[in-house]
């Protein structure tokens, strides 16, 4: 899809005319990490939209006097200009790591068009980013690594080996193996991967200035403290990077229906380390009932006890499984 700035690669599934779905992935990672989610999603009458950011994989800029820039506001403003030229008003959204602020910044941004949001193991930056405590910090090594010069050409010179890293880190062991990550990795050759991936990191923490054309909603995430719309946040309980401690205070953010959901043994990735229990609560999310959102989080590798409209969602994912497997084995074709 042809916007201003980018040739947009990008997935649409299901009828044209059912509620619309946008599914945002995250860094490092493709848009394949929602493979195995959207048969289910499609199953249940809803149409999802699947985009590849700028700078990963298909994705490209028409231009080479565009910015190469990547912070989530620019970001959201790429994912508005797709769903426009889909002819898509109103929509639900959920994203992951990169994509989980892009979508709280489409819900602060276009409040009139954004119905419910997914927000998937990372914490959203209502309010601003506060330095991280020590202990974060340390996770986050790799924000102030790619700050310095000397960090940031590590990464132009082996780009899929720094990502690997974070697979490595971030999940608990043996949750991928090597033929996965080489099949996604190949989405980081994209030339403006590494370009993009270093303002992403260094524009949040103020050492690269945001892409003035989206100031105004840079500004307006960090002037916004709560959001009122009906959300979901999805926490694996051995995240490496953003464990169940970075997101505690989430619950304050959202004054609306909300629920934590707390998946155990998963770590960063759960869209790829365990679908089913994420297609199962997105569904229940797009196509339940918001009062029936959990107000408090769970504990710690604990589940909300199941309520009628989750059980229907159980049985639902159970009659797509052939359709799911089918759907991965066209993708990896």
Known sequence: MTTDDLEIAYTDHGDPGAPAVLLLHGWPDDASTWDAVVPALTGVGLRVVVPSL??????????????RTGDSAILALDAIALLDR?????????????GSNIAEALAVGWPERVRRLAMLSTPPRLGGMA??????????????????????????????????RHWVNWSPPGWFDEAL???????????????????????RWDEADPDPRGRWLAEAVKATTTLALPTLYIQGDRDGVNPPSASRDVR?????????????????????????????????????????????????GAEPSPRPAVLAATALLAATAIGVAAYRGRQSG
């Open 54 to 67: 700028r700078g990963f994989g298909a994705t490209r800029f028409r231009t080479r006097t565009t910015p």
């Open 86 to 98: 889909l002819g898509i008003d109103r929509f639900m959204v959920a994203g992951h790591d990169w």
């Open 131 to 164: 330095t991280p405590s020590f202990e974060q910090a340390q996770r986050q090594w790799y924000h102030w690594f790619m700050a310095t010069d000397r960090g940031a050409q590590a990464v132009r010179d082996d780009p899929k080996g720094f990502a690997h």
């Open 181 to 203: 990550f080489a099949r996604v990795s190949r989405a980081f050759e994209n030339p403006d991967w590494v370009a993009v991936t270093l303002h992403s990191y260094r524009a």
């Open 252 to 300: 304050r953010k959202f004054r609306g229906p909300f629920a934590k959901v707390h998946l155990a043994g998963v770590g960063h990735f759960p869209q790829r380390e365990d679908p089913a229990a994420v297609a199962r609560h997105l569904m229940r999310l797009f196509t339940g009932d918001p009062a029936t959102l959990s107000p408090p989080a769970a504990p710690v």
